[in-house]
């Protein structure tokens, strides 16, 4: 109820796209985590195939943030959304529709690109709308991001009952809906004349070093938030002996969110700048690998309670990881549009996501190795030891970055009467 309550505090346009997220994340994971059984198990395709495949989607989205987020600042973020809604509803039916390589990669590059234009537009559009109050805007956003993708899951294994094809089917019509309901309903924006061409844009953004600086500390917030899908599912199945342990990781830090997200945000926007709870969030997610790498070592659980009691650490981590997320990540995103211009808050975006996601994918890299290694070299506690790194040498570096800017006076409230 308190999240309904505070949905209805915020304008028309910033309430859609909340619900927008919902369905993009709903779409997206009822579809993409079942792609690569598809196209092995279905589509009779070899790994190295499959691999081209969701890398292609994944290259496609990462590489083009910035384009995206240039788009968004001289179009208008409300055109780019719209666009990106459409094209992933065509990326999602050729999936749909065709079994054929180059059909495949067509698709992978549609819903890629779809990415890449409306997540820095959407967030440029929600920062524009919310003002002074882009934390609990932001907080909101997680909180329907976070449902969309527990709901996604549970929809696409249902559907996966009938068959692939109905998932990505179902997928690309709740991004028809979505596309349709953007166009109809979201307010339309005046955008403002650009003063400098693409290119000038982008040194203007690069050329900020106290916001590369930022973005670049924020490596590890990315690398950390990765480890929810990799390191910490695999100790829970180490943990308790049992493939299907992974998705407790899951759905305790999903629970978590939704309900102390906003509780979070509010306490501590009251209290605080930014830069300290950036600090403070970052620390705790590093910190969320100690209580997992003190059992990392343990052998195989020997009967039900001692699964059950081996996996605790494991979710007391993930509870901490979660938390420094619903700590930090609202603040970030606050922050991001305030380090230049506002007729640049989408490069800005797309830039931070460029930076941050090419540097969490070898972040990423890194973990793998830590873990290869961890198993060659009988030191189980190497990729933790490097995930705590990952948090505290961040934390480090925000907290001595002087030059965060201070944050937007809150102007009056603009409630349901926007309407």
Known sequence: MQTWREMREFPLAIRLLLINQLGVNTGFYLLIPY????????????????????????????????IGGSAADRLGARRVIIAGCALRTLGFALFALGDGLPVLLAASILSGLAG????????????????????????????????????????????????????????????????????????????????SSVLGDWREVVGNRAFLAFALAMVGMFTMENQLYLLLPDGARHATGWAGAAGLVFLTGTLAN???????TRALKARGTRGRWITVGLALMGLAFVPPMAVAGAGRPDGTAAALLGVVPVLAGTLLLYLGVMIAQPFVMELIPDFGRPELTGTYFGVFYVVSGIAAA?????????????????????????????????????ARLRSLPERTPAPALATASAD
């Open 116 to 195: 890449a234009l409306f997540n820095p537009a959407v967030r440029a559009y929600l920062a524009q709308e919310a003002g002074g109050r882009k934390a609990e805007a932001f907080a909101l956003f997680n909180v329907f991001a976070m449902a969309g993708a527990l709901v996604g899951p549970l929809l696409g294994s249902a559907l996966l009952l009938v068959g692939f094809r109905a998932s990505a089917v179902t997928a690309a019509v709740v991004f028809a809906l979505l596309t349709v309901a953007q166009a109809l309903v979201l307010p339309a924006r005046e955008v403002p004349p650009a003063s």
């Open 258 to 264: 939704l309900t102390l997200q906003l509780r979070v």
């Open 362 to 398: 070898a972040g990423n890299a890194l973990v793998g190795w830590a873990m290869d290694a961890g198993a060659t070299l009988r030191a189980p506690w190497l990729p933790w030891a490097c995930c705590l790194a990952f948090g505290l040498l961040p934390a480090a570096v925000v």
């Open 35 to 66: 792609l690569a059984t598809h196209l092995g198990d279905d589509l009779g395709m070899s790994a190295a195939v499959v691999g081209i495949v969701l890398g292609v989607r994944n290259l496609s989205q990462q590489g083009l943030f910035l």
